[in-house]
């Protein structure tokens, strides 16, 4: 519990994954949790395995993992090797959704050209640039993430969502590709641990729907240590 008393939650989350962040946390507070919400943008997902070793965490929920997807690809999102070790580690339960991994972070677009040439590019501003990530990206990310997993000392489960990533990778987004979300979900099923539960939904990451999945998760892994 956090210093309120409350089961305490942390999220990691990104502005185009906010929507689903932002029903969770309004679901968790209706219950009577603290939910804590961290940006990864690189120091904020280092913050958040801060919290978790430093204070009463009862689930860590990794909503986006652009700071892993961006360290493996060197993106300026980077978290670093040891992003999201720290709750495994410490056996809280976890809970992942490859949210943002549909892009990596690069710099103005004629840098962003130079270092991801032939991809599809959508200019954030004139200091960032999100370059559509593809296949080769998502069976690397994939492993680690199962690299990290076959580490936990305590509950995880993993959440992908077949509609898309983000709010770039919806309809309504510039980096939007279906044919994607089943690559990063079958080779996830392929390498992860077994035991370690990987539900395919046919949702995009920011629906309803599985922003409620998802706080189904957090509770019933809430009552694992009530």
Known sequence: AGPS???LIAISTLGATEKCCNAIRKALEARGCEVMVFHTQGIGGV???????????????????IEMSDYLCQGLYSGGPDRCKASLEKGIPTI??????????????????????????HVHNAELTAVRSEAG?????????AGLVRTAKGPVACFVPLLGFSAHDSEQGHLHDLSLPPVFAGHLKKVMPEGVPVEVLNHHINDEAF????????????????
């Open 137 to 145: 990206e998502f069976t690397r990310m994939a492993e680690h993430l």
């Open 96 to 121: 992942f959704a490859p949210g943002n991994i549909d892009f990596m972070v690069a710099g103005p677009l004629e840098d962003a050209k130079a270092r991801f040439p032939g991809r599809r590019y």
């Open 211 to 226: 922003a409620e999945r998802i706080t189904r998760q957090i509770l019933a892994f809430q009552g694992l240590r009530d």
């Open 5 to 7: 008393g409350k089961p």
């Open 47 to 65: 913050a958040m395995d801060e919290a978790v070793r430093e204070q009463n965490v009862t689930v860590a929920v990794n909503l986006s993992l």
